[in-house]
């Protein structure tokens, strides 16, 4: 589900250095993909399809990594491959295209939800939630304060913060060499 993958993402934030941006877009990425091709257009076969691929990871990653470059990339490899990951519950076409896969009956966007909500994994993810929310405390109070542009100030000033450091270490790197 959607807070358990972002939960993982934010702690991966917290405790591997992944870069915040990339690495919490990635964790929603397959999903976003899948779910606007399934529940959108009505295109594919199943609510996991593309976006939970090996071959997709790899793709976006590289692009990732053209774009923005190497920590990004692994940031958003990280965090794809974790969400690919998580979903091993069900079914995950790691290797579609090139594999057939048997999908199981498509169920209605209701009753996908219901089960999603009643399996017992869900106990695991509400535990990564609420680790998430004591890892980001500082930004959430902000939130509990009911003051919305605080939160997005304190968000903002912690990516930017986020870059600032790895400025400095890599100043840090050149002035030392
Ligand atoms: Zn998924």
Redesign the pocket.
Known sequence: MLFG?LAISALQHRYLNAEFVPVMVAAVM??AI?KVLYYGIGQTPS??LW??TLLVALLSSAIVLLVFGKRSATSWALGYLS??I??IG?M?PWLYPFVTYEFPRPESFGTTLWMSLTRPGILIEILLVIWAFIAFRPILQALFEKSPPLTLRALNGYIRDGRQRKHHRVQGKASKS
Do not use: I, N, T
């Open positions: 993958h397959p999903d899948d609510g996991r976006g939970h969400h690919l998580a979903d069900g995950v």
